[in-house]
């Protein structure tokens, strides 16, 4: 039987959810696991999940589809019809491989399915992730939808506000003649925009641009899926995703992009997202929104409920050490949003100094 884990408090949240599966490979697994937390229906394989699908009214159909990955790859072809036909909209999809082959993951991540796990994983985790896929479903199917309702329960202290209005508006003043000569450096360095703006979710799941000096290739975000599931570039153990994606000697960051990187001067710009107050200075990282919706469990998604910031606690906790997982991150943001205070704010300030001079970056 697989360990109990400390986010079960929904193993009953389940018993309710329809999931339609096709498979054989690990299909006793599934049965003898998940049988007493979700309502299952059985298929060996694709064509028969066709059928029973094909039978079912718009009041029945599954919340959940649940393919075990085929040696053809007629999966893939299966969910790219799932996803043509309009009755299927909403319907949760995630993959199962017995097979570590990262090009599998790699179609999987561009047919934007829900999850996708590779044999051996935690039976655990894959159940706690179902049901919060379906939780989170049911509430607000959109982050930006979610941002509406949970931003309410954060208010910036106005201590905080009018500290980072004062800093960041005498660094921008102060540094202006820096980030001048970026511009500079980076227009005649390489060509396209100098500043990099991505969405990033940052308190109460609220979705803002989020601005950085460009470091990267102009094709870097197409970039990410392909390099993310190569063996020389991901960081991800087995088939579980890593909410903190980080790619090791990433080949996209051009010559003056890693010197700014090493240097944090591509952060800069971010410097304007405190102005508009989409960030404080101290607080928890904006995740981009892929990362953001991996943390939607009640364990993690405490991080949300607090500032987010240009540095935080995990930053000069651990920063630039090997042995920082992405758990104890997740913790650090956790406890930091349970306890931020004025004083810890100014500590963490302080402390960041000598953490940007450190060789490795995090």
């Known amino acids: 039987m697989t360990n109990h884990i400390a986010t079960e408090w929904n193993e009953n949240a389940g018993s309710h959810t329809q999931i339609a599966y096709a498979g054989l490979a690990l299909k006793d697994l599934v049965a003898a696991e998940l049988n007493s937390y979700f309502q299952i229906t059985y298929n060996d394989n694709l064509q028969k999940l066709e059928e029973y699908l094909g039978n079912q009214s718009i009041l029945t159909l599954p919340e959940i589809i649940l393919l075990e990955v085929d040696e053809n790859g007629a999966c893939f072809d299966f969910v790219k019809q799932i996803k043509s036909n309009p009755l299927f ?3 949760i999809i995630v993959l199962m491989s017995t097979n570590n082959d990262k090009s599998l993951k790699l179609k999987a991540m561009q047919l934007k399915v829900h999850d996708f796990y590779i044999y051996p994983f935690s039976m ?5 992730r179902l049901n919060f896929l379906v939780k989170f479903k049911l509430i607000k199917p959109k982050l930006v939808d979610i941002s ?7 208010r910036m202290p106005v201590g905080k506000r009018f500290m980072d209005l004062f800093i960041s508006g005498c660094m921008i003043l102060g540094l202006s003649p820096i980030m001048l000569i970026v511009v500079i450096a980076i227009k005649l360095g390489s060509k396209g925009p100098v500043i990099y703006k991505s969405k990033r979710v940052g308190t109460g799941y609220k979705v803002f641009d989020f601005y950085k000096f460009r470091s990267m290739r102009t094709d870097a975000d197409k970039l990410l899926i392909e390099l993310s599931t190569q063996n020389q570039y991901a960081n991800e153990d087995g088939g579980t995703k890593a909410a903190f994606v980080k790619i090791k000697d990433d080949p996209r960051v ?10 944090s001067l591509d952060e800069l710009p971010q410097l304007f997202n405190i102005l508009l107050g989409d960030m404080s200075l101290v607080g928890n990282r904006p995740l981009p929104v892929y990362e953001a919706e991996m943390l939607t469990s009640n364990e993690w998604s405490m991080r949300f409920l607090g500032p987010a910031g240009l540095t935080g606690l995990w930053q000069i906790t651990k920063r630039g050490k090997a042995d920082m997982s992405e758990r104890e991150r997740k913790k650090l943001d956790n406890f930091y949003a349970q306890n931020y205070s004025f004083w810890l704010d100014w500590k963490i300030l302080i402390r960041t100094v000598p953490a940007v001079f450190q060789k490795e970056k995090v």
């Open 89 to 91: 909209n909403g319907i």
């Open 124 to 128: 655990s985790d894959l159940r706690e």
């Open 254 to 263: 051009t010559k003056l992009g890693k010197f700014l990187r090493n240097s």
């Open 148 to 154: 509406q309702d949970v931003d309410t329960t954060y």
